[in-house]
């Protein structure tokens, strides 16, 4: 299936530790996105990467780090986690169109969604 | 990004057209008009999307105000599997690269 894929779906864990949420797009996409989506359901956006770089960075704390080794993989990476942290995290993907189209045009799939909560 | 208002929730009955109405007084020449929406559990997914003409496709439909100040994302005859946040979403050239999100109107079809 074509898809965006995240694992895992659901991840506890304790205070302190580091974890990693990987991210999968075989769409052939350019871009791909981390959005966080808190307990009050407000959907924010973190990174994006374009073709592996980094174009946006949403003042998201320094233990966030994402890392892209290839442009269909997004993985995100959080150290010393915090109970804030609890969220439900999305990862996206999208093409950029052709020149002359206007960007605004584009649009995103998202993949499920994988729920980290910490303890 | 240019912002949007929607109410916060709307009701309709199984089988009915639902309107969603959304407001975007500052849009500019550029924007485009997209619509997404969340299932419970599940990531947001694409629905429509337009610039200035209405348009049209099997989820859905959107009619664009003439002076592209506000919209409407129909669904022509609503089911319980619709039932979702929808949003209203600006999409720009600076803007493009990322979705921003706003509260979205929830919608609750009665049986």
């Known amino acids: 299936d074509t898809a965006v894929s995240q694992t895992p779906k659901y991840l506890v864990t304790q205070m302190g530790n580091d974890k990693s949420i990987k991210c999968e797009q075989n769409l052939g996409h350019d871009t791909m996105y981390w959005y966080k989506q808190d307990s009050k359901k407000f959907l924010k956006i973190m990174f994006s990467?374009?073709?592996?770089?980094?174009?946006i960075n949403e003042t998201v704390p320094n233990r966030f780090s994402p890392k892209s080794p290839d442009k269909a993989h997004l993985n995100l990476h959080i150290n010393s986690l915090e109970l804030g942290d609890s969220a439900v995290y999305f990862c996206?993907?999208?093409?950029?169109?052709?020149?002359?189209?206007?960007?605004?045009?584009?649009?995103?799939?998202f993949g499920a969604g994988s729920r980290l909560t910490v303890l | 990004d240019a912002k949007t208002t929607q109410p916060n929730s709307m009701e309709s009955n199984e089988e009915e057209p639902v309107h969603l109405p959304c407001n975007h007084s500052t849009i500019s020449g550029t924007d485009y008009i997209h619509w997404y929406r969340q299932l419970p559990s599940q990531g947001p997914e694409y629905v429509i999307h337009?610039?200035?003409s209405n348009v049209n496709n099997r989820m859905a439909s959107l009619a664009i105000a003439e002076d592209r100040k506000s919209s409407t994302l129909i669904l022509h005859r609503a089911t319980l599997r619709d039932a979702a946040v929808y949003y209203c979403?600006?999409?720009?050239?600076?803007?493009?690269?990322?979705?921003?999100f706003g509260q979205g109107t929830r919608l609750t079809i009665n049986p």
């Open positions: 979403i600006l999409r720009d050239i600076q803007g493009a690269q990322k979705l921003v």
């Open positions: 996206a993907s999208s093409q950029e169109l052709s020149a002359g189209t206007l960007a605004g045009a584009n649009v995103l799939t």
């Open positions: 337009g610039l200035t």
């Open positions: 990467y374009n073709n592996k770089e980094l174009i």
